[in-house]
């Protein structure tokens, strides 16, 4: 089945630095990737939608600026947090949807951020 | 607007005990509803999902879900809990937006396993 692999699973890193979250589709082309954060002990929240070739679309409140997203080919989107301090410490998860119809959305395994 | 309402924030069963995790959606066509579980740290796996046809749905790891149109609800259940199925649950219903296919979700309900 289709796969997304994402990296890193977890990142440490410094107030001030920035951190590239990497989805790529391992065996299928990934046109758009969803981008969501996750809170402990909390939902999904959809951050943006990526779509090759094209503007991200960032939900409502999202920082784009802070929250850089690229989806330069079929098989690879990233998310940069730049800036980064500890509130943006959270669980980030990419998704894929289906090409055709809802059946077989593919998560990506989930990167644990965490600012010091 | 489109919703999903978890009514239970946390459930605790004691191990072979039967299980049953409510769900609620507003959607104003013919739902597409999913049943997901996210073990701690870790990514989501699709337990099973309703599209049409038979209302009772099974999934992995003998869970079973049944769509009720008329109570606007989709229960997740399972007969005997083992305590690997302690862990986060969420529901969603699929949502055509656009050119996209969005998920809305869930709050989620946590489930415990008392030995």
């Not at chain 1, 991200?56 to 990233?78: M, R």
């Not at chain 1, 949807?97 to 965490?114: A, E, K």
């Not at chain 2, 606007?72 to 690997?84: A, D, E, G, I, T």
Request: charged share 15%; proline share 4%; glycine share 8%.
């Amino acid at each position: 089945g289709a796969v997304v692999s994402q990296h890193p699973s977890w990142v440490i890193c410094k107030s001030g630095t920035s951190v590239k979250i990497e989805c790529r589709s391992l065996d299928f082309q990934a046109t758009t990737m969803f981008w969501y954060r996750q809170f402990p002990k909390q939902s999904l929240m959809l951050m943006a939608t990526s779509n090759e070739g094209s503007k991200a679309t960032y939900e409502q409140g999202v920082e784009k600026d802070k929250f850089l997203i690229n989806h330069a080919s079929l098989t690879l989107s990233t998310l940069t947090v730049t800036s980064a301090h500890p509130e943006d410490s959270s669980f980030y998860i990419c998704s894929a949807p289906p090409r055709t119809g809802f059946g077989g959305y593919t998560f990506g395994s989930g990167t644990r951020l965490t600012v010091v | 607007a489109q919703s999903v309402t978890q009514p239970d924030i946390h459930i605790t069963v004691s191990e072979g005990a039967s299980l049953e995790l409510r769900c609620n959606y507003s959607y104003g066509a013919t739902p597409y509803l999913f049943w997901y579980v996210q073990s701690p740290g870790q990514g989501l796996q699709l337990l099973l999902k309703y599209f049409s046809g038979d209302t009772l749905v099974q999934g992995i790891k003998g869970f079973e879900a049944e769509f009720k149109r008329s109570q606007s609800s989709f229960n997740l259940r399972k007969p005997s809990v083992h305590w690997s199925d302690a862990a986060e649950y969420f529901c969603a219903v699929g949502d055509y937006t656009g050119n996209n296919r969005k998920l809305i979700w869930g709050l989620g309900t946590s489930l415990a396993v008392n030995p």
